[in-house]
């Protein structure tokens, strides 16, 4: 059985009692949050190219735009879950054994691919047009103890993914405003590449930790189905 990987982060946030506000609080504040401070990074330049600006003010929409992009990305995190994740680790994703990640500090599905396979043969209809996850957190959510600890993974992968998106957009700002330095000849251009590349970095690490919990928490997920189903069938 593969070691888990989340066992000190779960650690921490219990002795922190802190489960309620990861669950709640702490997905939204972390992408308001972290919207914010990426834009920060773009006041400086922005404050050169447009000189006749007070400081105040490029802090105030930095501010201002940092918490409607906040809400956008908290409220639009569930592409990652929905689409993009499935399309790498799903029933048919191109990111499963033995197709191999493209950098690697992303992680193989060969473990959830056992899992799931093993899991499959338990659900209540075999998985078709039917979603197997969606199958599987259903048999689990019946057993309240045994959810909450399933769900930890991908609670902290939920914090995590609400700064995908901010990431992705300061990146994509500042090639822009990168390019339109460069048309005007301003020398700023290069620091706003170099922003926009540090923006495209920040966003691939974070979809390493994203990739990691949402595989252990679906591989947890399996492994329980699986795991109750043989208990089930022990006692009759």
């Known amino acids: 059985m593969a070691a888990d990987r989340t066992t000190k982060a779960e650690t921490f946030v219990t002795r922190l009692g802190m489960w309620g506000a990861v669950r709640s609080?702490?997905?939204?504040?972390?992408?308001?949050?972290?919207?914010?401070?990426?834009?920060?990074?773009?006041?400086?330049?922005?404050?050169?190219?447009?000189?006749?600006?007070?400081?105040?003010?490029?802090h105030f929409f930095a501010v201002t735009i940092g918490l409607l992009l906040g809400l956008v990305a908290?409220?639009?995190?569930?592409?990652?879950?929905?689409?993009a994740f499935p399309a790498w680790y799903g029933m048919h994703g191109r990111w499963l054994a033995p197709r191999r990640p493209p950098l690697p500090f992303f992680p193989t599905g060969e473990e959830l691919k056992r899992a799931r396979e093993e899991a499959l043969q338990f659900l209540p209809r075999k998985p078709g047009t039917d979603?197997?996850?969606?199958?599987?957190?259903?048999?689990?959510?019946?057993?309240?103890e045994r959810w909450a600890r399933i769900e930890r993974p991908a609670l902290l992968a939920g914090v995590v993914r609400g700064l995908l998106w901010p990431a992705l957009f300061v990146a994509a700002l500042a090639a822009?405003?990168?390019?339109?330095?460069?048309?005007?000849?301003?020398?700023?251009?290069?620091?706003?590449?170099?922003?926009?590349?540090?923006?495209?970095?920040?966003?691939?690490?974070?979809?390493?930790?994203?990739?990691?919990?949402?595989?252990?928490?679906?591989?947890?997920?399996?492994?329980?189905?699986?795991?109750?189903?043989?208990?089930?069938?022990?006692?009759?």
Do not use: N
Request: aromatic share 6%.
């Open 74 to 83: 908290h409220y639009g995190a569930e592409f990652w879950d929905r689409v």
């Open 131 to 144: 979603d197997p996850d969606r199958e599987a957190v259903k048999l689990a959510r019946r057993q309240a």
């Open 176 to 236: 822009a405003a990168a390019l339109a330095a460069g048309l005007a000849g301003q020398r700023e251009a290069l620091r706003l590449l170099a922003v926009a590349a540090g923006g495209g970095v920040l966003a691939l690490l974070l979809l390493g930790p994203y990739t990691h919990l949402r595989l252990e928490y679906l591989t947890r997920l399996y492994r329980d189905v699986t795991g109750h189903a043989h208990k089930k069938r022990e006692r009759h």
């Open 25 to 58: 609080l702490c997905p939204l504040a972390a992408a308001i949050l972290g919207s914010i401070a990426l834009l920060e990074t773009l006041a400086p330049s922005a404050a050169r190219l447009f000189p006749a600006l007070p400081s105040s003010t490029l």
